[in-house]
């Protein structure tokens, strides 16, 4: 939608079935933009086959730019880089997990991209049970955390795999899990690494942990994961780890293109909500103009068709109609004209809960012997109508 380079990534012919697969690349869509994600822009499906629409990286290695490209050609990573990427990938699934408690299922090298600039951008997100069925485990065996291979795998499945990719980065070699503690991986690490850092010692521990075979002993969430890595990057580089991150994007293209994502998934209102947001950075973007407009034009005759409902139904029936009723037409009448304003949505908030108030004090002075049950229920009609129309 940008006019910058897309990937197209197809699903696998004979290799589990289409609506699998888009069920997978939709809940990667609604990741949004991370600088540590590789974007899915959106997905669909042609005839028999599926397919997702990503953000291109290009090669940054002669052979491509996957992490296992990096490794095939200068392994092991510098130590500074490995940490930085190691950062980076945790940050990125501590995001995913926060945002969908998606289980990637598949972490490993060929699923870390670099990008120029040499940032890590973890990609793949939940296509690894897609190629083998709803609710098997999938994976890479070598990556594959021990209760993986029994079938059963959550977040911490993840942790494990991504201390193996870390370990392989600063040993360019997977580690001898035999016997695995934080010694014998920093004795590894000091035989790989020519001149190792001060912080050796501490990376071994974090790494070790990642890797205990039974999911108690390891960090039980990426923010533990993260919050040893802060410390490590503190104390070691006197700078937080969230210095070793890219910046996020925050460009018109970025909104255009998340918010045309989430529109294709069906999720209306964000999509709107994004493509308002692009238009407001960037007014001579022409698509997110374009179809925002479509958007719009599409929703008001909805919004006046009941307005009109709500207009005629006070006409006609005003003299029958219980008070409380009445009043919660008129906030109705409300929520609709202010869907039409400018206003945030914190000002249209304040600006409807001010009006419900004021039209239930009018009618509470009006009416004498007015109950506290029958107050409470008019304040409750008018919070479900407003709610529900807020949807419209």
Excluded at 44 to 60: F, N, Q
Aim: include cysteine; hydrophobic fraction near 45%.
């Amino acid at each position: 939608s940008s006019g910058s380079p897309v990937a197209l990534k197809l699903q696998k012919e004979g290799v589990g079935s289409p609506e699998l697969f888009l069920d997978e690349a939709r809940t990667w869509v609604s990741l949004g933009s991370h600088p540590h994600i590789v974007r899915a822009l959106y997905a669909s499906r042609s005839d028999d086959s599926a397919y997702i629409v990503l953000e291109m990286i290009p090669s940054t290695t002669s052979r491509g730019c996957s992490l296992r490209n990096w490794l095939d050609e200068q392994s092991p990573i510098d130590p500074e880089l490995a940490l930085r990427w190691l950062v980076q990938i945790a940050a990125a699934m501590q995001y995913a997990v926060d945002r969908t408690s998606l289980i990637h299922r598949d972490i490993k090298p060929e699923n870390v991209l670099i990008a120029p600039g040499k940032d890590a951008k973890v990609t793949d997100f939940g296509l690894a049970a897609s190629r083998v069925g709803r609710g098997a485990e999938g994976g890479t065996p070598l990556y594959m955390a021990p209760e993986q291979h029994l079938g059963m795998s959550d977040t911490r499945s993840d942790i494990y795999a991504v201390g193996l990719v870390g370990a392989e980065m600063f040993l360019g070699r997977l580690p001898n899990l035999d016997q695995m503690t934080a010694d014998t991986l920093f004795r590894e690490f000091r035989r790989s690494v020519e001149g190792p850092p001060s912080w050796m010692a501490d990376i071994s521990r974090i790494l070790a942990r990642c890797l205990e075979p039974i999911p108690v002993g390891r960090y039980q969430s990426f923010s533990q994961l993260g919050a040893d890595l802060d410390t490590l990057t503190r104390k070691h580089l006197a700078v937080p780890a969230a210095r070793l991150l890219a910046k996020p994007t925050g460009s018109a293209i970025h909104f255009t293109n998340q918010g045309l994502a989430l529109l294709n998934l069906g999720r209306r209102k964000e999509g709107i909500h994004l493509l308002q947001k692009a238009v407001a950075r960037s007014p001579d973007d022409a698509i997110a103009v374009s179809r925002l407009h479509q958007e719009l034009t599409a929703l008001a005759p909805r919004r006046a068709v009941l307005f009109r409902y709500i207009v005629n139904q006070l006409s006609e029936n005003s003299m029958t109609f219980a008070w409380w009723i009445k009043v919660a037409l008129f906030a109705g009448l409300l929520a609709i004209a202010m869907a039409y304003s400018p206003a945030s949505a914190h000002a249209k908030i304040a600006a409807g809960a001010i009006m419900a108030l004021l039209l239930a004090e009018s009618v509470v002075n009006q009416q004498s012997g007015l109950t506290l049950r029958e107050f409470m229920r008019a304040m409750l009609g008018l919070c479900v109508i407003l709610y529900a129309l807020s949807w419209v």
